[in-house]
C-alpha cells in the first residue's frame, strides 16, 4: 500500500498583502500529479488546509478540486483540521467531501465514537488538532502543572485511539520548529511527549510543524512539512513538500522524502545602509519574496526607492527593533517570545499592547479561578 502524506497547505495564506493561494494551487496540482504517477493509493492530509477560519472562494475553490481531482484518480483521502482550519465549517462539509472520497474530521471522537476509520482495509486514527483550553483545565496555575497535564490528556487520546495508521496534527517535544510555529516552541508551551506514540502504531503521520522531518523511529512518525514556504521566518533551506510511505502487508513503513520547491522562495537581506546599492543588483535578481533588515535609519523617501526598485520587496525593517533570536531556543517570557514571533512577521507594537492586555486579563481570571 502506497500513502501519500502531505499537510499545513494553508490555502488563503497572505503575506504582508500578497495572496500566495496561487502558488500553493500550483503545489496542489503538482501533489496530484505524483498520486497519478507513483500509483499512490491513500492520501493523507494532516490538517492546516486553510490559513484561517474566513478564506477566499479561489482557496475554498483549490481544496474542492483537489479533492475531486483524487476521486477522478479512484484514490480516497483521509483529512484532519488543524489548529488554523475552520473545524466546524469543515465537519460541516463532511457530507459532501464524503461523496468525492474524502473522510474529513474536524474535531476530536474517541474510538467509541468513531475516531478510528477504515480505509483500504486498514485501521487508521482520525486526531484533529485539540485546542490547548479544552485539554487544560483553567484552575491549575502552576505553567508546569497545565503543561504535564496536557501531555497526560494527549497521552491518553492517543492511547484510545491507537491504530496501524494514526493523523494527528499537534506538536511533540523535541521538535526542530520551521519557524511559522516557532512561538509555541520559544514559550516552552505545550507539546507531546515521543512516549506518547502508540507503539503499535506503524505511521503516524504528523502535521501541524513546517519543516519536514522524522520525529520517532519507533513508532515510527513523520511531519511532512508545508507545501510552499510561508513565512520569512522559516527557513530557506528547511526541508518541506510531502512524503511517499511504502506500507507492506507486514513488517516495517518505508518513507520516501518528496523534498520538493513549490511556490516562491522567501530571503531576507540583512544589510548595513552602506551596502544597499552594491547589492541592489543581487536583491534584484533573487527570483521570490524579498525582506530587508537594514542597520541604520532609513528615511521614508529612501524606503520608497526601495520600494521602487524591487518589485518582490515586501517588508523593509530597521534592524535593532527586536532582540534577536536567543541561541538554541532557551525558554523566553511570554511577552519576549510574541515580540519576536511578531517581528518575525512584520507586526509591530499595536499587537504587542493588546497582547499584554489579554496577557493581564487571563492571569487576573486564572488568580480569580483558584481561589
Ligand atoms: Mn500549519
Given at each position: 500500500?502506497?500513502?501519500?502524506?502531505?499537510?499545513d497547505w494553508?490555502?488563503?495564506?497572505?503575506?504582508?498583502g500578497?495572496?500566495?493561494?496561487?502558488e500553493?494551487?500550483e503545489?496542489?496540482k503538482s501533489?496530484?500529479?505524483?498520486?497519478?504517477?507513483?500509483?499512490?493509493?491513500?492520501?493523507?492530509?494532516?490538517?492546516d488546509?486553510?490559513d484561517?477560519?474566513?478564506?477566499?472562494?479561489?482557496?475554498?475553490?483549490?481544496?474542492?478540486?483537489?479533492?475531486?481531482?483524487?476521486?477522478?484518480?479512484g484514490?480516497?483521502?483521509?483529512?484532519?483540521?488543524?489548529?488554523?482550519d475552520?473545524?466546524?465549517?469543515?465537519e460541516?462539509?463532511?457530507?459532501?467531501f464524503a461523496?468525492?472520497?474524502?473522510?474529513?474530521?474536524?474535531?476530536?471522537?474517541?474510538?467509541e465514537?468513531?475516531?478510528?476509520v477504515?480505509?483500504?482495509g486498514l485501521?487508521?486514527?482520525?486526531l484533529?488538532?485539540?485546542?490547548?483550553?479544552?485539554?487544560?483545565?483553567?484552575?491549575?496555575?502552576?505553567?508546569?502543572?497545565?503543561?504535564r497535564?496536557?501531555?497526560e490528556?494527549m497521552?491518553?487520546?492517543l492511547a484510545?485511539?491507537?491504530s496501524?495508521?494514526?493523523?494527528?496534527?499537534?506538536a511533540?517535544e523535541?521538535?526542530?520548529?520551521?519557524g511559522?510555529e516557532f512561538f509555541f516552541h520559544?514559550a516552552?508551551?505545550?507539546?507531546?511527549?515521543?512516549?506518547?506514540?502508540?507503539?503499535?502504531?506503524r505511521?503516524?503521520a504528523l502535521?501541524?510543524i513546517?519543516?519536514?522531518?522524522?520525529?520517532?523511529?519507533?513508532?515510527?512518525?513523520?511531519?511532512?512539512?508545508s507545501?510552499?514556504?510561508?513565512?520569512?521566518g522559516e527557513?530557506e533551506?528547511?526541508?518541506?513538500?510531502?512524503?511517499?510511505?511504502?506500507l507492506?502487508?507486514?513488517?516495517?513503513?518505508?518513507?520516501?522524502?518528496i523534498?520538493?520547491r513549490w511556490?516562491?522562495?522567501?530571503?531576507?537581506f540583512?544589510?548595513?545602509?552602506?551596502?544597499?546599492?552594491g547589492?541592489?543588483?543581487?536583491?534584484?535578481r533573487?527570483?521570490?519574496?524579498?525582506?530587508?533588515v537594514?542597520e541604520?535609519?532609513?528615511?521614508?523617501?529612501?524606503k520608497?526607492?526601495?520600494?521602487?526598485?524591487?518589485?518582490?520587496?515586501?517588508?523593509?525593517?530597521g534592524?535593532?527593533?527586536?532582540?534577536?533570536p536567543s541561541?538554541?531556543?532557551?525558554?523566553?517570557?511570554?511577552?519576549?517570545?510574541?515580540?519576536?514571533?511578531?517581528?518575525?512577521?512584520?507586526e509591530?507594537?499595536?499587537l504587542?499592547?493588546?497582547?499584554?492586555e489579554?496577557?493581564?486579563?487571563?492571569?487576573?481570571?486564572?488568580?480569580?479561578?483558584?481561589?
Open positions: 500500500m502506497r500513502l501519500l502524506h502531505t499537510a494553508h490555502l488563503g495564506k497572505i503575506l504582508k500578497v495572496d500566495r493561494t496561487p500553493i494551487g503545489a496542489l501533489l496530484l500529479e505524483i498520486v497519478r504517477k507513483e500509483r499512490v493509493d491513500l492520501v493523507l492530509v494532516s490538517g488546509l486553510f484561517r477560519p474566513q478564506v477566499s472562494a479561489e482557496a475554498e475553490g483549490h481544496a474542492v478540486e483537489f479533492f475531486l481531482r483524487l476521486r477522478e484518480l484514490v480516497p483521502a483521509l483529512v484532519i483540521a488543524g489548529n488554523h475552520p473545524k466546524e465549517r469543515l460541516a462539509l463532511s457530507p459532501l461523496l468525492a472520497g474524502a473522510e474529513v474530521r474536524g474535531r476530536l471522537l474517541f474510538r465514537e468513531g475516531g478510528v477504515e480505509a483500504k485501521q487508521a486514527a482520525l484533529p488538532f485539540v485546542s490547548e483550553r479544552v485539554l487544560v483545565k483553567r484552575v491549575l496555575q502552576e505553567a508546569e502543572e497545565r503543561h497535564t496536557y501531555a490528556a497521552r491518553r487520546v484510545n485511539l491507537a496501524p495508521l494514526m493523523l494527528g496534527h499537534f511533540l523535541g521538535v526542530r520548529p520551521g511559522g520559544l516552552g508551551s505545550y507539546a507531546v511527549p515521543p512516549s506518547a506514540l502508540p507503539l503499535s502504531a505511521y503516524l502535521g501541524h513546517h519543516r519536514q522531518q522524522q520525529v520517532s523511529e519507533a513508532p515510527l512518525a513523520w511531519y511532512s512539512g507545501l510552499i514556504q510561508l513565512e520569512f527557513g533551506d528547511a526541508d518541506r513538500g510531502a512524503l511517499l510511505v511504502e507492506p502487508p507486514s513488517g516495517p513503513a518505508r518513507v520516501h522524502p523534498r520538493e511556490g516562491k522562495p522567501l530571503k531576507t540583512r544589510l548595513k545602509k552602506e551596502e544597499l546599492d547589492r541592489l543588483w543581487e536583491m534584484e533573487f527570483p521570490g519574496y524579498l525582506r530587508l537594514v541604520g535609519r532609513l528615511s521614508p523617501a529612501e520608497e526607492r526601495l520600494y521602487r526598485a524591487l518589485p518582490h520587496l515586501l517588508a523593509v525593517e534592524a535593532g527593533d527586536l532582540p534577536p541561541p538554541g531556543g532557551a525558554e523566553v517570557g511570554l511577552k519576549e517570545a510574541y515580540a519576536r514571533y511578531l517581528g518575525e512577521r512584520g509591530k507594537e499595536a504587542l499592547e493588546r497582547f499584554e489579554v496577557l493581564k486579563e487571563v492571569e487576573s481570571e486564572t488568580l480569580a479561578a483558584g481561589a
